[in-house]
C-alpha cells in the first residue's frame, strides 16, 4: 500500500519534537524505512535513523532530511496545528512547532525512498536515507559522525537533500558554491558591581556596560568588514535586572553571527571578543566577561560541478523555468557536517512552500512579498500541494542522475 504522504506530513506537523528528543518521528520513520524493504539503523546520534537499499553495483547516494521541531508557540490556527510542549535543554517547559519545515523535508523523504524502492529495477547503486536529529541545535549532523556513522552505514559518493522556503511552491531554488552562511551563537557574561538605584556612584552598572557593548557591535560590520564581504552580528538577547531601583551584579548578552568566508568569521570573531573586554575594562568592570560559543554551523557549500550536474536534472525535470538561483542565503545550515566528513560533494536546494497566487506582483515589481510568513515564524505554513509532491520528485531526480541508471 502506498504511504499517504500527507496525512504523514499532518501526523508530523501535530507532533513535533525537539533537537535530540525526536523519539517519535524517529519510530515512524524506522518502521516505514522497514516495511519499505530498506536495511535500517537506528540511534545514530542519540535519535538519528539511516536506511540503506543496496541494489547492485553503482554510485552511493545519500538523500539528508532533518527531524527536530523549534520552540515556537504555533500560531496558524490549522486543523492540524500543534499543541505540543516540551523541555527544552535548560529545563524550561516551551511550546514546540515544526516552524521551519523539517516535517516537510521527512515526508518528502519518506516518498523519495518509496518511490526509489517501487522503480528500483531502472536504476543500481545503493541508496543512502538519512534522517537527522537536531540540526536547529546545530549538532545533529557532527553528533551523528561522530557516533561511527560512516563506520555503520555505507560512505556515499554524493550528498544530497531541501529545505522548504517561503518562495512560491513548484519552484526549486539552487546556487552554486557557498550558499548558507556559517553562525556561530555567542553567550556573554558581564560582571558589574550591584547596589541601589538611587547610589549608582557605588556600582558598574553591568546593564549600562552591556548596552554600551551592544552599541559598540554594531561598528564590527559597518567599519571592520570590507564592503565587499558579507557578515551580520544580531544581539538577540540583553538581560539584567530583577527590580527597577537595584542596580543588578551581572547582566548578560546573546549573540548570533552570520558570515560566508572563513577569514571573515575570524576576524568578526575576534572584533567581538575585543570589543567586550575592553568595553569592560573601560566601565571599570570588577572581573572580565565570560564568552561562551554555543551553536556552531558551517558554511554551507555546495560542490560547483556536482551543482551543476543536478540542476541541469532538475531543469529537465521541472522546466528552466522553475529552476532559480536564488543566491547566498543568511540562513545556517549543518548539512555540509555529512559531505565533508566523508570527502564528497553536497548539493543542496530550497523547495518552495508557499501559494504560489501570493507572488503574483513580485514579477512586476522584482520583489518579494514582505508578508509572507518565512521560517522560524509561528505562522509558517507550507502548502501540502504541490509542496510534497515536488520535493519528493526533486529527490528522486537527483538521485537518480547519481544512481547508475539500467
Not at 542519540?46 to 545519500?62: I, Q
Not at 504555533?74 to 529545563?91: F, K, Q, R, V
Amino acid at each position: 500500500m502506498a504511504i499517504d504522504l500527507a496525512s504523514v506530513y499532518r501526523d508530523l506537523h501535530r507532533h513535533p519534537e525537539l533537537s535530540f528528543q525526536e523519539q517519535r518521528t524517529a519510530a515512524i520513520v524506522s518502521e516505514t524505512l522497514m516495511g519499505l524493504g530498506l536495511e535500517v539503523t537506528t540511534g545514530i546520534g542519540r535519535t538519528g535513523v539511516v536506511g540503506v537499499l543496496a541494489n547492485g553495483d553503482g554510485p552511493t547516494v545519500l538523500l539528508r532530511a532533518d527531524m527536530d521541531g523549534l520552540p515556537v508557540l504555533e500560531a496558524t490556527g490549522l486543523p492540524y496545528a500543534s499543541e505540543a510542549t516540551g523541555i527544552d535543554h535548560e529545563g524550561h517547559q516551551v511550546p514546540v512547532m515544526h516552524a521551519c519545515g523539517h516535517d516537510v523535508h521527512v515526508t518528502c523523504l519518506l516518498g523519495a525512498a518509496e518511490r526509489l524502492v517501487t522503480e528500483r529495477d531502472s536504476w543500481s547503486g545503493t541508496l543512502v536515507a538519512l534522517f537527522q536529529p537536531a540540526e536547529e541545535w546545530g549538532g545533529g549532523a557532527e553528533e551523528m559522525v561522530a557516533d561511527g556513522l560512516y563506520q555503520r552505514v555505507p560512505r556515499p559518493d554524493v550528498v544530497l537533500g531541501q529545505h522548504v522556503a517561503p518562495f512560491p511552491a513548484g519552484f526549486i531554488g539552487l546556487h552554486a558554491g557557498p550558499a548558507m552562511a556559517g553562525a556561530d551563537s555567542i553567550n556573554i557574561r558581564i560582571h558589574g558591581t550591584g547596589g541601589h538605584g538611587s547610589r549608582p556612584e557605588t556600582t558598574v552598572d553591568p546593564v549600562y556596560l552591556a548596552a554600551s557593548t551592544t552599541v559598540r557591535l554594531q561598528g564590527i560590520v559597518a567599519r571592520e568588514v570590507a564592503p565587499t564581504d558579507a557578515a551580520v552580528v544580531t544581539v538577540g538577547q540583553l538581560h539584567g535586572g530583577s527590580k527597577n531601583n537595584i542596580i543588578p551584579a551581572e547582566a548578560t548578552l546573546g549573540l548570533s553571527v552570520r558570515t560566508f568566508d572563513e577569514s571573515v568569521r575570524t576576524k568578526v570573531l575576534g572584533a567581538i571578543e575585543r570589543i567586550v573586554q575592553a568595553e569592560a575594562v573601560a566601565a571599570g568592570a570588577p572581573m572580565p566577561p565570560e564568552l561562551s560559543y554555543d551553536e556552531r554551523f558551517p558554511v554551507t557549500v555546495n560542490d560547483p560541478e556536482a551543482t551543476a550536474r543536478t540542476a541541469a536534472a532538475l531543469r529537465t525535470a521541472f522546466g528552466a523555468q522553475r529552476v532559480i538561483d536564488p543566491g547566498i542565503v543568511s540562513g545556517s545550515e549543518d548539512v555540509g557536517v555529512l559531505a565533508t566528513a566523508a570527502g564528497v560533494p553536497l548539493v543542496y536546494w530550497f523547495l518552495g512552500g508557499s501559494d504560489p497566487s501570493l507572488f503574483g506582483d513580485a514579477l512586476k515589481t522584482g520583489r518579494m512579498p514582505e508578508d509572507i510568513p518565512s521560517n522560524h515564524s509561528p505562522h509558517f505554513a507550507p502548502l501540502i500541494e504541490p509542496t510534497l509532491e515536488v520535493g519528493v520528485a526533486a529527490l528522486v531526480t537527483a538521485a537518480r542522475e547519481w544512481l547508475s541508471v539500467r
